[in-house]
């Protein structure tokens, strides 16, 4: 531990001072002091060290939101291990792969995960331990035993600068990488929220998103430096939500649509009192958020820019002060706009969104070509598109050509994996897959496809060869035939024509 | 400029783009924007630029407050330029020293101060150019010509850890030490002033502390990333401060003792309004901290426990929450407590002070043994005590033994370099200096004397004596004779002793 490092361990040890006895985390009935949460997360680390785990090692995590996964985060930062969340919406191939790339010494995984990843085991040679998350089976030993009392883990070297956290994103070719965040640029994104939200230790986080997506992580971590408390949901559920927000009070929590729009009918319904809330952050319906906004007036929604390799929001603003914008650049951060050549454009022009700050991730987890690429001239290329107004309001204005993305509630798929898959169907010449915007899900997925001559193929068949290939949710919604793909003149597809011509739901 | 790196010059652009025509300097009838805030720092770093200051090059200062004091602090980030602002209230000798030790390229005094300066010129070898914030005379040549246009400055390798702002401070053997301040540093030390504060675009900030003390300048630095104002004082004057306060609606300011009591008392008499203000900082006495809550309830009296060698405070709390303590660990640094050998210590026992984190210093100037020393395994220490409530609340119990220190209206004296000039005068033999209670300055420095066989000397001839030698306010504002000094069984002086006998004024 350097003179000048400050880690997510050190919040943790702090808040076991300072708030002893309030709450930090709530699960069904069971609740945890901030003080027991030392203890829980030192009594891990012990068992993960005694497992082997020295600094820089992977902890590959594939479950539902529990106390035990928020152990896990904080017996990561005491080793200077590194976490990685897996989402488990993946297809089978896609987790392997996912595992595969980060070479974890342990894989911890909830019991409806356990077959899926023994049935791959064979490649995984780097794994020593399988740790299960309830009912254990195959290689899996019962997770209790890496909290049963031990010797303490060794101190270990963890600095500011040290990996914490791996989210596997901005897939190439249809594989992510791994952005690994550090210690020092996830207490950076803290920083800023507790500033612009005011967050103190009667804060009290609704944790409803994934722990694997950043946002889920970032809201606990947030809320938990200024000492407040995080419910832990397993997933998503509305009278659950409903239930906690009424009775633990809430007063903040991530969202990806449809998750408002659900609480606010199921809280119209059941007269659910939602007037603890104060802040509320995520990508949303302007009408949904009038709405939320106009029956619980004490809240504010929050919208941003951010991305996984920015460990946070890097421009914020509430939702009423400029609706339709992704706020202000934040106060650790430079955000800037370049041109394909890395100029610097004026207010009022469209470039790619760079950043240079403290929170700029490590890179992608061995990808050094890639990195050298993305962080050339010293800043980090988002391949996001913006601009920026008079008052230095940044407005998104899509992806990059080059790195389309497509945000079916909050998660992201990226074309190329989509058409990969697409054209594996034997009916099937090519396909252009884009988004149109969606009521239900902030944005779907869109297929336009060519059949090879003679061939045909229904709009449910395509959709269902892709599901059971890759994770449902990168699935199309829409799939619309037509005889040919526009060209460019050099006899590239046009996509932007795809897009012009079919980019309605 | 690294791809993780924020500077303190980042935060002057960010606020042009974004508060560009909101004020961000007061001084009498002028007003500065943001925007035009930038201008001048451009200007000021090209003038400096083409007199050939590179990054990690010195500019002293000796001067009091002035707009174009904060146009060099702005221009210093903007190179990478190392600020030396001086403690004017030293002495020439005290001033020499404090630029040999920098050995800056560039030397900026205020018109008071060029005689001087002048005077010492030759043992300034290494000062290329000297620049008059005034009338120019001597050596001096104009502060315009700096700011005359012309070429920008070059893009400058600034880092977070590079060195910004050296305090001279922490003396030993009667010389101050150089402590050198980096970008992330200070920035840190903003961001937890940001939120405790809850500082924004519409505070102001009253500059009435010197910009060579770190809290007039880290007020000056937390108010201006917030976007706000700062009012600049060229030093404190009851009147001028009551009248910017109520006409620029201040909302914040740092003091020491006596001022907040002078200020209350003109108030009074005056009828001035204060409601403006909101959080207040500083060392005071609790009856005037008292009387100035109840006069003004909408504002907040903090206190903590910082010094120059961590960039600002690392324990704050708002002073009617537990009155008599230095608060609570803020949420960016480890503050623990140690005893002789580095053990850190439980709750209740009291030993020396220790910090690690983002805020600590990148160590004394030119000083590799003594920096090994304070930063040995792993942690800054502060040569201050303190102990730790149940509630991890940090309670001040003095300097160090070994690092005793005075601090009357907030300045540091060490007891060794008084008493090292005490012992020049030819009556006296040996002398100790302590501090003591002082209704007006916080603390006051009395000196407890032993005069030769024969010889005799009065209190007002000693403290004239100290007065003329060094700075006026290391001078005893007590001074009592004895017969001989205590002693320890080792026969050498009990400091401890003459305390228990003499710690009274």
Redesign the interface.
Known sequence: ??????TLF??I??NA??FRDRTALIQEGQRVTHGEYLARVERLAGGLASAGMVPGDRIAVLAQNSLEFLDLYGAAARLGAILVPINWRLSADEITYVISDAAPRIIVAGAEYQAGIAAAENAFPFAERYYALGQPAGPFAPFADLGAPGAPAPAAEVG?DSGFLMIHTAAVGGRPRGALLSH??L??A???L??YW?LGPTDVNLGMLPLFHLTGAGLFLAVQ??GGATVVLPRFDPEAALRHIQQDRVTVFGEFPPMLGTLLEHAEKGGHDLSSLRAVAGLDAPDTIGRFEAAWPGATFWVGYGQSEVSGFVTLCAFRDRPGSAG??T????VSLVDDLDTHLPVGQTGEIVV???M?FTGYWNCAADNALT?RN???HTGDLGR?DE??CLWYAGRSPAKELIKPGGENVYPAEVEKVIVEHPALLEAVVIGVPDAQWGEAIKAVCVCRPGQQVTAAEVIEFVGGRIARFKKPKHVTFVAALPRTPAGAIDRQKVKDEHGRA
Chains 1, 2 share one sequence.
């Open positions: 531990m350097g003179l000048r490092d400050y050190d919040v040890a702090r001072r300072l500011a020092g640029g207490l950076a803290n920083a800023q507790l500033h005011r430096q200024a202000w650049p106060f650790l951060n430079a240079r700050g403290p700029v962080f010293g800043w980090h920026f008052t230095g």
